[in-house]
């Protein structure tokens, strides 16, 4: 209706380094209201032409800054966010439907850290060099930025992702057209308005909101993009790398996990059962490196079992912005529907439903009766071959399943398409070090999960995607490297 239309928060996309309005827009959600509250750009070819116009200009001017210059506004955009890291956590919860309790622990002060962990490492790289005494020859490289990075990002982490891609970016002299999910949008919008403040110079960042099939498509297109980063689904990366081909761009793609948890009978459970519903729950379930299939060793499973319903069901789900409610909203209606039909499906095909959708009831406040909401749910006896076994649900569901053998369940765990995070749950030191080298996965945490150092690689194999991030990765993939050859 128009009378409610006043208080929506309209955004625009920031290009140039002005904010500038869209002829279209789309509608934009609360999780956990089921309400439009925000209108977002619908951007396409148009707006991103602008906005690789603006980066290509703006890349002169600041590939020649030198590294510590851009150390120094990556510092202070750092400030400028963490002073106000109540209001970005507050939006975020609100746009996103996540607990504002994560949204502040986690999100907002890892969207900050990103800035200070590129604005520090961009200042302790250095370049190779050999010398060839037989030829005469000293052989060194130098490294430069690429030029326009395309940066997509998704709903799931919105600020915590993005900033994760244009730190080490515009760290690296490369100029940005950025484009955050059309769900996720509001953080983004805010961060816009701190770059002036930080000293970043007009055009070195630009934002694009709008979706993935028109305004994504315009920046994955475009012969003056050489490089693009995307983390989402599998199913679009194969879209990008698709038309990216013609142009041979760079590409990193960061994508969907079907992540298994092998907890064998020597694992302490007082600290696997706890880390284990978290990493099973986390943020929804909506994290890529959330674990949704759990092994676990004959002699414990029952036990196992047991507890791990127990303590899901302290998990407590309602309004984001409660402090004591540990689950949020889901994304979207589509999502939700999504999500439940996967548990739908593993009761069809006999599986057993411990706790969550469909066997406990949800109360929910007056506000959040139309919201997006969903209990924990966890899944057993179900076939390693099933679809809730096989493909990413990405939402508060698991499934525990029962294994013998090492060997057993090494080939159970790696029987998937995906390849991104795998958590082992041992206190037998050589077996932790034996499986881990038998699992394919870009990462392996024992005894914990979700651990981060931000110099190490960070990425996927097999459909998880392409490409590693971190500290030296992103700087090797956000410059170009060329090697020089001097006879003497």
């Not at 309209?10 to 309005?21: R, S, T, Y």
């Not at 057209?177 to 070195?204: R, Y």
């Not at 984001?320 to 739908?344: C, F, M, Q």
């Not at 706790?355 to 749910?377: I, R």
Request: with cysteine; hydrophobic share 40%.
């Amino acid at each position: 209706t128009m009378s409610s239309s006043k208080t929506l928060l309209v955004l625009e996309n920031f290009i140039a380094g002005k904010f500038v309005p869209c002829s279209s827009y789309i509608d934009s959600y609360n999780p956990s209201t089921g309400d439009v509250y925000c209108r977002v750009p619908d951007s396409g070819k148009e707006e991103v032409e602008a906005a690789v116009r603006a980066a290509k200009d703006a890349f002169p001017i600041w590939s020649s800054k030198t590294p510590l210059e851009r150390s120094q506004m990556l510092n202070k955009l750092a400030d400028l966010i963490e002073q106000d890291l109540e209001a970005f956590a507050r939006a975020e919860s609100k746009d996103q439907g996540k607990t504002i309790t994560f949204a502040r622990t986690v999100d907002i002060p890892r969207a900050v850290y990103n800035f200070r962990f590129f604005a520090s490492s961009i200042l302790h790289h250095t370049t190779e060099c050999a010398a060839a005494a037989a030829a005469g020859c000293l052989h060194y490289t130098s490294r430069t930025p690429v030029g326009v990075a395309g940066l997509i990002s998704p709903w799931n982490l919105p600020l915590y992702l993005l900033t994760w891609k244009i730190a080490p970016a515009i760290a690296c002299g490369n100029t940005v057209v950025a484009k955050p999910s059309e769900m996720t949008s509001v953080t983004a919008w805010m961060m816009c308005k701190l770059f002036e403040k930080a000293g970043i110079p007009h055009g070195v960042v630009n934002v694009v909101l709008g979706t993935g099939s028109k305004a994504g498509e315009a920046i994955v297109c475009h012969p003056d993009v050489p490089l693009i980063s995307f983390t989402g689904s599998t199913l679009t990366a194969q879209r990008i790398a698709e038309k990216s081909a013609p142009h041979c761009k760079k590409l990193s793609l960061e994508l969907g996990g079907k992540n298994p948890a092998l907890i064998f009978d020597d694992a302490d459970l007082s600290q696997c059962i706890p880390a284990t519903v978290r990493s099973s729950f986390a943020n929804q379930g909506e994290i890529c490196l959330c674990t949704s299939r759990i092994f676990v060793q004959k002699g414990i499973y029952a036990e196992f079992l047991k507890r791990f319903v127990a303590e899901t069901k302290k998990w407590k789900v309602g309004n984001p912005s409660d402090p004591t409610v540990n689950v949020g909203a889901l994304i979207s209606k589509e999502h939700l529907e999504k999500v439940r039909n996967y548990v739908k499906k593993a009761q069809a095909e006999g599986a057993k439903i411990l706790c969550g959708e469909g066997v406990d009831s949800l109360t929910l406040p007056a506000g959040n009766q139309q919201g997006y909401f969903m209990l924990p749910t966890v899944i057993t006896e179900i076939k390693d071959e099933s679809c809730c076994m096989q493909e990413e649900i990405f939402g508060p569901v698991t499934c525990v399943v029962a294994f013998d053998t090492e060997e057993e369940v090494i080939e159970r765990a790696n029987g998937v398409k995906y390849g991104l995070a795998a958590t082992v749950w041992s206190s037998n030191v050589s077996r932790v070090h034996r499986v881990a080298q038998r699992l394919h996965s870009g990462l392996v945490w024992t005894n914990c999960w979700l651990v981060r150092d931000l110099n190490l690689p960070f990425g996927g194999v097999k459909a998880s995607g392409v490409g590693r991030e971190g500290a030296k990765d992103s700087y090797e993939f956000f410059t170009e490297v060329k090697t020089i050859t001097i006879k003497h």
